[in-house]
């Protein structure tokens, strides 16, 4: 049994299946749509189509989708956010903060913001 809980977890890495499923909760919980499935579907059928390259991750954030989440990190509209709620952010996007080497007194901008995300 313990192979193949170890194939089936390779088979669904190797397809990055855990990524997506935590970046499509992510985006339902963002939007809060009146028709969760029907935005699922639409979500999914924009990585059909975005899907460039087979290591190549679509993507599911537009800029304004990136735009609207940095400027409710930052209430204050200071222009930038702490590496704090950056990594939050990466966290509810279902995107690894472990390669992150920032410092808590760094401040991100929004233009770093969109790059990195």
Do not use: W
């Not at 390779?10 to 299946?17: S, T, V």
């Not at 963002?30 to 935005?39: A, W």
């Not at 979500?43 to 679509?58: D, H």
């Amino acid at each position: 049994a313990a192979a193949g809980e170890r194939e089936c977890r390779d088979y669904l890495e190797r397809h990055r299946i855990p990524e997506l499923f935590h970046r499509l909760a992510a985006l339902l919980l963002y939007h809060r749509p009146e028709s969760p499935r029907e935005f699922l579907i639409q979500a999914l059928e924009r990585v059909k189509a975005g899907k460039r390259a087979e290591e190549e991750y679509p993507y599911l954030m537009d800029e304004a989708n990136l735009v609207a989440m940095f400027e409710l990190l930052d209430v204050v509209g200071q222009g930038h956010i702490t590496a704090a709620q950056y990594r939050e952010a990466l966290k509810t996007l279902g995107l690894s903060t472990e390669a992150l080497q920032l410092g808590d007194d760094v401040n991100i901008t929004l233009d770093v913001f969109k790059e990195e995300v």
